[in-house]
């Protein structure tokens, strides 16, 4: 125990060194929400820069450090999952400075469950998209199963370092075990092909919570950053939510439109969660939940898990982003049409153009700002961490990757929050509310008392 404290510390002691590394966007979070969703996003944006450091108090970061390793920490959304599966990217292998996760640095990080994301982009579910590629990479469903698959291969792989986590009690079970859980969420409601059925078997597959959308709008329920066509949930988009609970899922709301978090607050019966959502008031981007639903969040006993993306926390980031994706629209444009053969080149050369148009950067004191806000206005108990590690390009200053997590810690415990407020935010809200998901969900049958309905053209 001892030894792997040692080597714990040691792993953390650089935290707060200025940040170096330049992160490719996999899944372009950053662009598509950035620019209002519309478009292909730029894939890489560099690593901004922002002011220097505070100087840490050792005997703080020794406590945090202390503090952290009795917690159960819980992160609601790593998009690793895309990289195994497009780069046949082994987890195993240190990746500092090209992707936010690997095995030895989640094991630094402290973490005690880590949920995975199965993005699912909106062109698995395009007509034109599935007309040309069904036959060799199926739809949405295939791509969802896909991710899965990729991740139980790395728990195989990994025994001694992974455990497959599809439960309150699995996560507490892997704290003990000093393994890393891993948990699977679907990220994109399109992922089901519209079927009950499909849900049911994500469930059984492990998948424990599912965002209703990505950015975009599908057959049952309206996004964000899309137009809206169901005002929030469809009748079977609450019939989809219905299941959830029923099953034992948590329904996410990250992603969807206002409308569409306020109609799941009318129909759940049981906690829900935004995996990856941060606060509306530091940062005026429609990803994030404003005031009045995040009231509604403590009512519902749910979980905000802040993102850390910087462009969600800092309006001034914001604000930065879409001026500069406004001022290389042509260039970008041209760029994909030149380079619409060769995706390697085509990412080289958007990066390329994001460094030479820098923006602003903020730092991971504001990702506390958003912890303090949630828990000012739905209450300490209602708030989490929800990374987004290896889905956006860049991270605030202070947190580089998954191994910084601790830093999160120190500041928490720097501004006067308890242990026990600490070890509520970094996973012991979510538990709880895991815990109740799966009390409302009850002993049941997962096929057996499940509606068979299918969406048809006319319940839209
Ligand atoms: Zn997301």
Same mark, same amino acid.
């Given at each position: ?10 792993? =953390? ?6 940040? #170096?590394?330049?992160? $490719?966007?996999?899944? &372009? ?27 840490? !108090? ?62 699912? +982009? ?22 969802? @199963?896909?991710?899965? +698959? ?26 003990? $075990? ?17 079927? @009950? ?23 049952? &329920? !309206?996004? =964000? =950053? !899309? ?58 981007? *429609? ?12 009512? /519902? ?14 309006? *001034? ?44 950067? #903020? ?17 300490? +108990? ?24 601790? /830093?999160?810690?120190?500041?928490? @415990? ?36 499940? $509606? ?9």
């Amino acid at each position: 125990m001892k030894r792997k404290l040692s080597a714990f510390v040691l792993a =953390c002691a650089a935290a707060f060194a200025p940040a #170096t590394a330049n992160v $490719s966007v996999r899944k &372009a979070e950053a662009a598509r929400d950035g620019a209002g969703a519309k478009g292909r996003a730029p894939r890489t944006q560099p690593a901004p820069q922002a002011a220097a450091a505070p100087q840490r !108090d050792e005997k703080l970061w020794k406590r945090a450090l202390a503090l952290h390793r009795k917690a159960v920490v819980v992160d609601g959304h790593n998009d690793i999952p895309t990289i195994m599966a497009d780069e046949d990217y082994d987890l195993g292998v240190p990746s500092a400075g090209k992707y936010h996760t690997d095995i030895p640095r989640l094991k630094q990080s402290g973490m005690t469950g880590t949920f995975f994301s199965i993005y699912v +982009d909106r062109q698995y579910a395009a007509p034109d998209w599935i007309a040309k590629n069904y036959a060799t990479r199926g739809g949405s469903a295939r791509r969802a @199963l896909d991710l899965i +698959d990729v991740s139980y291969r790395m728990l195989e792989k990994y025994p001694d370092d992974l455990v497959f986590a599809a439960s309150a009690a699995d996560i507490r079970r892997a704290k003990k $075990s000093g393994k890393v859980g891993v948990l699977f969420g679907i990220e994109g409601g399109h992922a089901i092909e519209n079927s @009950l059925a499909a849900l049911r078997e994500f469930y059984r597959l492990g998948v424990r919570y599912m965002t209703l959308t990505h950015n975009n709008t599908n057959e049952w &329920a !309206d996004a =964000c =950053c !899309d137009t809206s066509r169901h005002n929030g949930l469809s009748d079977f988009g609450r019939e989809v939510v219905r299941e959830m609970n029923r099953l034992g899922m948590f329904v996410d709301i990250s992603h969807v439109s206002d409308k569409t978090m306020s109609d799941v607050f009318d129909v759940s019966k049981a906690p829900v969660i935004a995996s990856h959502s941060s606060a509306r008031a530091f940062s005026n981007h *429609k990803r994030n939940v404003p005031d009045e639903l995040l009231k509604r969040i403590a009512q /519902n006993g749910g979980v905000v898990m802040i993102n850390f993306y910087p462009v969600f926390l800092d309006e *001034k980031v914001r604000v930065a982003a879409l001026g500069r994706d406004e001022k290389l629209r042509g260039q970008r444009g041209e760029l994909r049409e030149r380079y619409k053969d060769d995706p390697k080149r085509l990412e080289e050369e958007l990066q390329k153009l994001n460094e030479v148009n820098p923006i602003p950067n #903020t730092t991971l004191s504001m990702i506390v700002n958003h912890i303090d806000h949630v828990a000012k206005v739905a209450g300490v +108990d209602h708030v989490g961490i929800g990374s987004d590690f290896d889905g956006v390009g860049f991270l605030p200053e202070g947190i580089r990757d998954v191994a910084d997590l601790p /830093n999160i810690t120190y500041e928490l @415990l720097r501004r006067g929050y308890s242990d026990r407020d600490v070890l509520k935010i970094l996973g012991g809200n979510l538990l709880r509310a895991f815990d109740e998901v799966e009390r409302v969900a009850g002993r049941r049958k997962v096929s057996g008392e499940g $509606s068979l309905r299918r969406l048809g053209a006319a319940a839209r």
